[in-house]
């Protein structure tokens, strides 16, 4: 679903921030646009540019590590910025100051998008820890205090409507659609049959109004709009 707004990107200056090893970096290069890619972790960013090079892209992709509200890019100089699941690791301060940064960034009528995990629903959130996936035990296991007391990320609202909120109060636009309905049969499944779920999510999510499609979903699309 992601994908759509990655269709039309020939030309365009592209901001993929937290990057990782950058496969969505080369993706975009690969399409036509001219990328700046940012993570926090220099050894991400040493893979990257590896993976530019190995793909000959090394002058389609500018790979910087370090903190993007600290780097002082010029105001205006991006049409797109992406973000790939790194939101949510952030307290919300800090979250705050990245998305102003973003904001300062974009050039006129730019816009962010940005794919993240959602609560929307306390109770199913509860419900779902009681079935133990690959990589994390059942709430009600002996691994379970040991499995939360490892977990990087902070107790913080990751939901929906907070999302919007924050982007009205930093963007002139803030949409955000919330898919994911049979995320969890991806993790059951060991991820086969991946595209088919992709499918049948999308199809499902398309047809149930957002009131009741939110609470049950698991990821969401976040565009913000300058």
């Excluded at 974009?106 to 940005?114: K, Q, V």
């Excluded at 977990?151 to 898919?179: C, M, N, W």
């Excluded at 309905?181 to 109004?209: A, C, M, Q, S, W």
């Amino acid at each position: 679903m992601f994908t759509r707004h990655l269709a039309d990107v020939r030309g365009k200056r592209v901001l993929d921030i937290g990057c990782g090893t950058g496969w969505t970096s080369i993706l975009l290069a690969q399409r036509g646009a001219r990328v700046t890619a940012v993570d926090i972790s220099p050894r991400q960013i040493e893979v990257l540019s590896y993976n530019a090079a190995h793909y000959g892209l090394s002058d389609r992709i500018c790979a910087l590590a370090g903190d993007i509200t600290q780097m002082g890019l010029p105001a205006g100089s991006f049409d797109l910025c992406m973000g790939g699941a790194f939101l949510h690791h952030l307290e919300p301060a800090e979250e705050q100051s990245i998305l102003r940064e973003i904001a300062r960034l974009l050039a006129p009528g730019g816009s962010a998008f940005f794919v993240e995990p959602a609560v929307n629903s306390a109770f199913l959130d509860r419900l779902r820890y009681l079935v133990p996936v690959p990589g994390r035990p059942a709430s009600w296991s002996r691994g379970w205090a040991a499995y939360q007391s490892r977990d990087p990320h902070p107790k913080r609202d990751i939901s929906s409507p907070y999302f919007r909120r924050i982007g009205q109060q930093l963007f002139t636009e803030a949409h955000v659609e919330a898919v994911g309905i049979f995320n969890r049969l991806e993790r059951l499944t060991g991820y086969r049959g991946k595209r088919l779920i992709h499918r049948l999510d999308y199809t499902v999510t398309r047809l149930l109004p957002r009131p009741l499609r939110e609470p049950f979903c698991r990821a969401q699309i976040i565009r913000y709009r300058k």
